[in-house]
Every structure is written in C-alpha cells, then in structure tokens.
C-alpha cells in the first residue's frame, strides 16, 4: 500500500495522507515544485529542500530531448544527475506535446511531433514514454495521453479519451514486464469538461489496480469556475483509499480550493516562472517587484515571511537587482514564492489536522486577491490554436 | 596604521600582509571578486564568503547611475544594502566613465559622459566621486583619474596624469573634511606605458600620505610582455609599508605573476564573466563546458576541487543546465572558478610563507596554459575606439 489516508475533515473533502515512494514518504496535500529540465529554474536542490520541497516534478518531453534519457541512465538515474535524493514525479510528455511541441499527427500506435527546439521529429509511443521513465527512475511515472483544451467537442473528447484509455492499458503492460516495481504508475483522468465523460473514464479505469488517479485536461484555457466545477465532481467519483493529483494547478487560491475538494497532489510552474517576471506573492495577492513604490522600501517582500530572502534582503535591494537583469534577484523572488506556497501547504495542513479547514480557506480567499486572468489568457491562447 | 607586511619572500618581491580595515582585516595577496552592481553575480553574499572572499569590489560608476547613492545610503550604506559584512573596495567610475559610458569631455574640473543605459548626460567631479563613495560606505575608496587605453602617445598620457595627480589632489581635500575616517582613500598611479612617467605618478604621490597604492591603466589592450614589465617597474617605485593593488587584472597567470612582482590586491571580472560563457578553470588552463567531451562525462570539473559544484555535480549534468540556458548553470560554474581563484591564492600565500614561491610559480606556469588572446583582443577593441 503505498498511500494512506491519516485523517479526514468533517465539513470538506480535505484529507491528510501519506504517500510511500521508493525516495521516501511525502505527506499530503503537497505542492510539488516544477523542475522542467532537472532543476527547479535558479535553485540549487538545497535551496528546493529548504524552502520546504518534499517531491519535485521533472518533464519527460524535455529530458527526452535534452539531455536524452541515456545519459541520464549512465549518469545513474534523474536522482543522481541532478543531485536530488528525494521523490520526483514525471509527467508523461502527453502536455507538452499538445501544448508546447508542433503536433503532427495521432495514431492508434502513438504521436507524431516536431521538437519545440529544432523542429526534430519523433514518434512518442506509451511503450517508449514508460521505457524514457524506466531510465529516468522517477518514483511516480505517468501514462502517455491525449490533452485537449477548453472548447474540444464532445465527440473530440470522447474519441481522444478512449485512446488516452488503450494506451493506459499499454502502460500498465509494459510496466508489468519491464521490472518497474519501484516506481508507481498513476492513471490520467481525461474528458474534458464533459461531466459523461470523466464518469466513463473513471469507471473504467477503477479495476485497473492503479496506486493513484490524475486529473489532467484541466487548466487549458477554461473560466476558472469550470476547472472548480470538472474537478470537485471528478473527484468525487474517486475512490478514498488513492491519491489524487491534479496535473498543472498550483496558484495560491487553486490550492486551497483544490485541497478542500480532496485533491492531494498539485504542480505549477507559476511560482517559479512568475518570479522571472518579477512577481511575488504576499497573503493578499500579486506584486510585482518593479512597481515603483519599492524604490526606498526596506521591508522584505512579506513582513512575517521566513524564507531566506526575506530573512536577508529588503525590496529595494532585490528590485535594483531585478531591474539590472542580475540573475541574484530571479532565485530570491523563486525562493519567496516557492516558501509561500509551502507555508500555505503548511497551513492547509494544520487546518484540516485542526478540523477548521473551512474557516482557513474563508479567511485565505477573502484576504487573497487572485489574479488569474492573466494566466488564464496565456492558456487559452496556446490551447487555441489546437482548436483551429 | 591600515597595513602591516607579515612576511617577505627572499627571492622575489612579494610578501604577506594584512591589511585592517573598518568592516575587518584582508590577509594579502588577495584576490577581490567584483559585484559590479552590488552583487557578485549569479552568487548569493554566503556562497562569496564560502569560496573564500574576504573583500569584494562594487563599482562606483554603476551604483552611481542605479540605484543611486541616496538609496542605498537611505539603505543603510552599501554593506547594510547588499547584505555584506566584511569590507567592500569602491573603484572610483574613472574607468568605467572611459570603457563603457560615451564619454563627452575631460575638463579640469571633471568630466562629462552619458550613460552606458539611457544616454543621459552626467558630470564626474572629484568631489562627486569622493561624495557617492562617502555614501556608500566602503572601507576603501578610489579617487577619479583618467584612464587611458595602451597605444595613447606620450603627450597625452602626460597631460592626462597631470589632471589625475591634480585630481587626487581635490579628493584627499575633500576626504579630510568631509568626516570619512573609517574609510581609506587609496591613490591610482597612472601614466600609462611611459616608465618616465610612471616615475613622476609615483614621486609626486608619495609625500601625500596615501594609506595605499592603486596601479591604473593596465589591462587596457597591451600584450601581457608590456603588463608585467610597466607592472614590475612601477612596484619597484613603491614604498615597501604600503599595499599595492592593481586594478583589473586577474587572469590565473596574473596573480602568480603580480604577486612575485609585489603587488598586494588584484580585481577582476574574469573568471564570474567566463563562467556565464561556459569557460572553468583548470590547473592545466581553461575548458568549455559546452564542449562535446563533456557530454558522458560524469566526474567534477576539477577532480580534487572542494568547491560546492564540485563536491555534487558533474560536468555531463552542468553541460546540459549550461546549454539550456539554465542560470543555475552559471552560478555553478561561477563558484567554482572563484574558488579555483581562491585556492590558487591560498597556495601562493603558503607559498610565500614556505619560502618557496619561486618554485611554486614555476610549477604553476609550466602546468597552466594561460589563454589570454581572447580577452585581450577584447580589451584592445574596447580601447581602441578612445583612440580614433
């Protein structure tokens, strides 16, 4: 068993759990930071475990390309290459190559692609994505699968879903005789925002003994209310005794909401990317580190924050370096809003331990502005020009 | 008394020292990293103290254009600012104003330049320089001078020195009576490739009771032959009791060289530069990351290096960071070449106090193949256009 429910809350769907991996236990609910090529943009893996990072996130699709899964095989594995001892999650590259590569063509067999890089094509089976997270030796591996974005048909869906299921099906198989017991192969739930559709994906995906269930298709280009909406009745369908992950959410308010619907996992790339742009989290929303108003501001970024950056330095410092382009700046906004998001989680976690969830999540929303428009503009257009 | 000789080498002219400053002591020779705009960059103020720094450089000319003194005076100074505790050398922009703004006009009472960043006109005066430094607060401060490139004729270089020496003048002036104790004014020998004037720079400063000698206008674009050689005669001018420090010069071969000729302080941007271009240090000289060898190569760019990249990572995983354009990569390769610095300066002060640096410099020399062609001919390019 390799996740245990250890207490749930009275008034929500919000659990604490337990998830077992080969690299060590990882309590739940748990933001897991994104470290696209093998690192987390700007940090060392110290820096990842002091801000308070039990599992990291890794894309197949990238290290696939770069540096390629073989060297990291003779490198002794992705824990070993990149220094990281603790769990890591992949992804099975089935997003990227919607959202990021130029699609070619979908089979039966697999996916045709021409890398976001070079324009280089490969052919993405789910045999070769698991034999990539075989050499890989990611603790949780994910199936390759269709995504589609917000607006797909019915008939769209349903069709990209039944060939999500096959290559499920494929997965496990391959998983089965290849040796990969250390590592756990979770399910990805597609359907798109068509409630008939998760059901089907759900129910047949229940007898397949898999160790957790994703949610994917989920936060591409939809309202905000229509991903609360898909996801707490997804959810819902889910067995208790499973964790669940929901692929590519992670913004402050989504956690929240997320948690108390009773997902259990979350990655986003939004705390690091949004640092390289100069943004950084505080409990009542987004600033930016550019704004004007911390030319003279000695104060930290958030007064009662214990990161490192705001243990040491004041905005006016970090904004001069920001606006000369010095790198420093980059990794001390990251290291702010990866902490926010764990002493968030922290949060979360405390409240459901202490039974007030409910109240926690009132008091964070009603103090938090989200800004999601901006991010959600930036979704609808990558996965808008799938739709033409 | 700011200095104190500790220890001479019998067969060449250097010597350990100490040299005291207000933010703490400086065992020389030493080697100080350059934080340009206020910090070192890629590196956090803890990882400059863990490669070994005990004194780091900032410059006048870019604090000056951002942030400006007022705010980082308002800061709490330049230390309290940047979050550095130990002692911080100011240059004085004079080389700035003449490597990297457009310069306008050299009057005698300043000079007129516009910014490197948005063109806008500013005017150096001595006194300007000696008050933004008065700011900032660093344990030792520069004064402006004129700056000439290698190939500047006799005349010129001579009326240039006049201004500088008439320069040092009005900010040993300006020092006494504008209550900056702690600090300490340092005088900049220039004179360019003229040992006649080297000789008059040096004379006519003696009598000035400067607690330390900067030697200027090197490393402006002449063959290494002509450096060490105006390099050596000048040291050889100075008075025994006082620290020489020469300005922007830092190549491996360099401090070896500089040190025996008797030189105390030594600054450069090279080996944080080279490090966001791939390049590390070596005992056998430099290498590229980028380089194709490094592909599989899953052993430390140095093998018996204790620096923090060292001691985790290998080439094969920095190589794919670095060509990823991963900013981790850089502070990577930056820790190590400072360290590979420190080290080297490690070795030659035990050198020194073993009485055995002939020998060590020989050893060195013989093993290391310096590369110094690229970065000169960058220098002479940059020098070049004052002469046209």
């Known amino acids: 068993m390799s996740f245990e429910v250890i207490q749930r809350d009275k008034n929500t769907r919000a659990r604490l759990g337990r998830l077992k991996t080969f690299h060590g236990e990882v309590n739940t609910p748990v933001f897991m930071p994104v470290g696209t090529q093998g690192a987390v943009k700007t940090l060392s893996p110290e820096e990842v475990e002091e801000v308070g990072a039990e599992i990291i996130l890794s894309n197949t699709y990238h290290l696939f390309l770069r540096p390629g899964q073989e060297i990291i095989k003779k490198g002794g594995g992705l824990h070993r290459f990149i220094g990281w001892d603790k769990p890591i999650l992949t992804d099975s590259g089935g997003y990227q190559v919607f959202s990021l590569a130029r699609l070619r063509k979908i089979e039966e067999d697999g996916i045709y692609f021409n890398s976001h890089i070079d324009g280089s094509q490969y052919f993405f089976t789910p045999e070769l994505v698991m034999e990539v997270q075989k050499a890989l030796g990611s603790d949780i591996i994910m199936p390759l699968d269709i995504c589609l974005g917000y607006g797909a048909s019915y008939w769209e869906t349903k069709e990209a879903l039944e060939i999500t299921l096959r290559w499920l099906k494929r997965s496990i198989d391959y998983k089965k005789n290849n040796n990969m017991e250390t590592q756990l192969l979770f399910g990805i739930i597609q359907g798109g925002f068509y409630r008939e559709l998760r059901k089907e994906?759900?129910?047949?995906?229940?007898?397949?003994?898999?160790?957790?269930?994703?949610?994917?298709?989920?936060?591409?280009?939809?309202?905000?209310?229509?991903?609360?909406?898909?996801?707490?009745?997804?959810?819902?369908?889910?067995?208790?005794?499973?964790?669940?992950?929901?692929?590519?959410?992670?913004?402050?308010?989504?956690?929240?909401?997320?948690?108390?619907?009773?997902?259990?996992?979350?990655?986003?790339?939004?705390?690091?990317?949004?640092?390289?742009?100069?943004?950084?989290?505080?409990?009542?929303?987004?600033?930016?580190?550019?704004?004007?108003?911390?030319?003279?501001?000695?104060?930290?970024?958030?007064?009662?924050?214990?990161?490192?950056?705001?243990?040491?330095f004041t905005k006016a410092y970090i904004r001069h370096l920001f606006l000369q382009h010095e790198t420093f700046s980059y990794r001390l906004l990251t290291i702010h809003n990866l902490r926010f998001l764990f002493r968030l989680m922290e949060d979360v976690r405390r409240s459901i331990r202490e039974g007030r969830l409910e109240e926690f999540k009132k008091e964070f929303l009603t103090q938090y502005l989200a800004n999601d428009r901006e991010n959600r503009l930036e979704k609808e257009e990558v996965w808008n020009r799938l739709l033409i």
């Open 201 to 312: 994906a759900v129910e047949r995906m229940l007898d397949m003994e898999l160790p957790g269930f994703a949610l994917g298709g989920i936060s591409v280009g939809e309202p905000k209310d229509k991903m609360y909406e898909i996801t707490d009745y997804t959810v819902s369908l889910l067995p208790e005794e499973k964790p669940r992950y929901l692929m590519g959410v992670g913004a402050p308010e989504d956690l929240v909401m997320g948690v108390s619907m009773g997902i259990d996992m979350f990655d986003c790339v939004l705390p690091t990317r949004l640092a390289r742009h100069g943004v950084f989290y505080t409990k009542t929303g987004r600033r930016n580190i550019k704004n004007a108003q911390y030319k003279e501001d000695f104060s930290p970024l958030e007064e009662d924050c214990d990161c490192y950056t705001c243990r040491r």
